[in-house]
Nanobody, 118 residues
Framework: VQLVESGGGLVQAGGSLRLSCAASGRTFSIDAMGWYRQAPGKQRELVAA????????NYRDSVKGRFTISRDNAKNTMYLQMNSLKPEDSAVYYC????????????WGQGTQVTVSS
């Protein structure tokens, strides 16, 4: 599975961005996808996740009500709509895909930078 993110950039606080993650390859093996982020000097953290089957979602508390994760299975693409952005949202955002085949495996994209200015 290959993952390619796009949509990052520089935005002022209160603004919006939409990230996209296009998956290719053995996409039929993906059980769930998610967005992680990592700021300088901090650990990578889960932002939001969505199952590819039923579409169940979960969010970290700090982004609830501001971010929305969605997916278009026909296009093998996942999105993260980010509204009301805050400077603390600044980080490199990574697309993740999880497959339970062969005991479980995580796939990662290359990351896209999101910078929110105050």
């Amino acid at each position: 599975v290959q993952l390619v993110e796009s949509g990052g950039g520089l935005v002022q606080a209160g603004g919006s961005l939409r990230l996209s993650c296009a998956a290719s390859g053995r996409t039929f093996s993906i059980d769930a996808m998610g967005w992680y982020r990592q700021a300088p000097g901090k650990q990578r953290e889960l932002v939001a996740a969505i199952t590819t089957g039923g579409g169940s979602t979960n969010y970290r508390d700090s982004v609830k009500g501001r971010f929305t994760i969605s997916r278009d299975n026909a296009k093998n693409t996942m999105y993260l709509q980010m509204n009301s952005l805050k400077p603390e949202d600044s980080a490199v955002y990574y697309c993740n895909a999880y497959s339970s085949v062969l005991g479980g495996y995580d796939y990662w994209g290359q990351g896209t930078q999101v910078t929110v200015s105050s």
